[in-house]
């Protein structure tokens, strides 16, 4: 049984449980407190407000043990809000969150609310078929390191990005019926719990 943690502070906790759930062999955690970080194998960082999340993190004092422990291996995948928490640089502020992805993102980079859309693109490392992607107040990434592969573009922006462990999209496949982003996920979890087991 692999099990799957989502950082379950604020945003689409219940929807990536979901997601995990209607999955054979694994089972969904919510992480609310950094003892909860030791019973898991992966841990997704949902969508939400990076802002709000990143406050929370630091008031659970979960921000500096969920970086000790992706820093160590534990496999992350942050989706849009989560994308943001990942990044080291996130344009017009002088602070990031966690600050591990060798990512330079800009926030709500296609508008507002209101600008949201739904597109779809072939990603061949996921999926071979195209793969639905939903955008809401999205952020996009500008600018990636020397070790980070890019899975996705939309319009020239990178919208999915890799690095070792560290998976992110700034856009949402809990929101869709399309499992392909997880079972992604979870493949590079089940690798790396084989590495290390
Ligand atoms: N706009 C949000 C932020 O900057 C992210 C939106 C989302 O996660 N859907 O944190």
């Not at 898991?40 to 990143?54: N, R, W």
Request: charged share 15%; aromatic share 6%.
């Amino acid at each position: 049984m692999v099990s799957m943690g989502v950082l379950a502070l604020q945003g689409a906790v219940r929807e990536h449980l979901d997601c995990l759930h209607s999955l054979p062999g694994i089972t969904g955690v919510p992480i609310k407190k950094a003892a909860d970080l030791d019973r898991i194998d992966g841990l997704i960082l949902p969508g939400g407000e990076s802002t709000a999340i990143g406050k929370l993190l630091l008031e659970c004092q979960l921000g500096l043990p969920l970086i000790e422990k992706i820093q160590a291996g534990l496999p992350v995948w942050g989706t849009c809000a989560g994308m943001i928490l990942l990044a080291k640089n996130i344009i017009g502020q002088t602070h990031c969150h966690l600050g591990l992805m060798d990512i330079i993102v800009r926030r709500n980079a296609y508008g507002s609310q209101l600008d949201s859309f739904t597109t779809s693109a072939c990603i061949p490392e996921v999926s071979s078929a195209p793969i639905p992607l939903v955008f809401i107040r999205a952020p996009y990434v500008e600018q990636v390191g020397p070790d980070v592969k890019v899975l996705a573009t939309v319009a020239d922006k990178f919208v999915a990005v890799e690095q070792a462990h560290m998976l992110a999209t700034a856009f949402h496949p809990e929101l869709t019926s399309n499992l392909e982003f997880h079972k992604y996920f979870v493949s590079k979890v089940r690798k790396q719990k084989l590495t290390f087991s």
